[in-house]
């Protein structure tokens, strides 16, 4: 079957254009697709399939049926949104502009501006309170917040480069059922913040959109206020987050970098 490669500050996809929904995608031919020696090799898939074809019949045209690189499926996927916007506009499934875009975490408005940066309304974010990792035996406490899928945003004082990502952090598993996406961020100024993640269902990545989100979250709490626009670098770029009070906004790149014909029967 066709497929797609693209990226929002590099966290990275394989798009699967399946607009009746007959794809068989279990954990397992994700994870194959994924695997990043054996397979494509992406963060996660996005397959693209039709509200209708899935039963949801209020929602938009387009569904984003999201799925971590270890085959898991993720409510909410923030440079996935933006990712998937730009393949329907250059495969000719969307008008440029304004689109919406369902996701398991609601419908996400995007907004495809003229400089190619991609624009997504990322919803209220709730926040669930404080807890704590621990990173390689460092304690590191945190804010808990849930953009569709949950996070703990945690300030550190060092240079985020030098943390030790290697291995999954542990958080409290009563606060956080369902698993949890762990964010490092260190102020740098005004509207400035260096970050890192450790991903659910993937491990680190160069970028995550809701785990900047939750980090803008989490610094604003700390100043006691629920406004402001703040410059997020990762690994991968800069990501821009603006919270209005009310709802959360999520900018950047997205680039569509390959295609081509994946083999599923060498994959399975
Ligand atoms: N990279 C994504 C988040 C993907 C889902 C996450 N791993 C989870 O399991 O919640 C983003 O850009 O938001």
Same mark, same amino acid.
């Given at each position: 079957m066709r497929f797609v490669k693209g990226h929002g500050t590099e966290n990275d996809f394989v798009i699967l254009p399946d607009p009746d929904g007959s794809l068989d995608l279990t954990p397992a031919l994700v994870a194959a697709i994924c695997d990043r020696r054996a397979g494509i090799g992406a963060d996660g898939v996005l397959r693209v399939v039709r509200s209708k074809a899935l039963g949801r019949d209020a929602d938009p045209e387009w569904f984003m049926d999201y799925r971590n690189a270890d085959g898991s499926i993720a409510e909410m996927c923030g440079n996935g949104t933006r990712v998937f916007a730009r393949y329907l506009v250059e495969a000719g499934l969307a008008a440029p502009g304004?689109?919406?875009?369902?996701? *398991?975490?609601? @419908? *996400?408005?995007?907004?495809?501006?003229?400089?190619?940066? @991609?624009?997504?309304?990322?919803?209220? &974010?709730?926040?669930?309170?404080?807890? *704590?990792?621990?990173?390689?035996?460092?304690?590191?406490?945190?804010?808990?917040?849930?953009?569709?899928? &949950?996070?703990?945003?945690?300030?550190?004082?060092?240079?985020?480069?030098?943390?030790?990502?290697? *291995?999954?952090?542990?958080?409290?598993?009563?606060?956080?059922?369902?698993? @949890?996406?762990?964010?490092?961020?260190?102020?740098?100024?005004?509207?400035?913040?260096e970050m890192r993640v450790y991903e659910r269902g993937v491990g680190e990545t160069r970028s995550c959109g809701t785990g900047t989100v939750a980090t803008a979250v989490a610094a604003a709490h700390a100043e006691g206020r629920d406004e402001g626009t703040w410059e997020i670098t990762v690994p991968g770029g800069t990501l821009t987050v603006i919270l209005d009070g009310r709802t959360s906004f999520l900018r950047g790149s997205a680039v569509l970098v390959a295609e081509g014909e994946l083999s599923l029967s060498s994959l399975r």
């Open positions: 304004d689109l919406s875009i369902g996701t *398991r975490g609601g @419908v *996400r408005a995007v907004h495809l501006g003229p400089s190619g940066d @991609v624009t997504v309304d990322m919803g209220a &974010p709730e926040v669930l309170g404080e807890s *704590r990792a621990l990173l390689a035996g460092h304690p590191h406490d945190g804010l808990g917040v849930s953009m569709g899928n &949950p996070h703990l945003a945690c300030a550190v004082t060092e240079p985020v480069a030098g943390l030790d990502l290697t *291995r999954a952090p542990s958080y409290d598993t009563a606060f956080f059922p369902d698993g @949890v996406n762990v964010e490092l961020y260190r102020p740098l100024g005004p509207g400035r913040i």
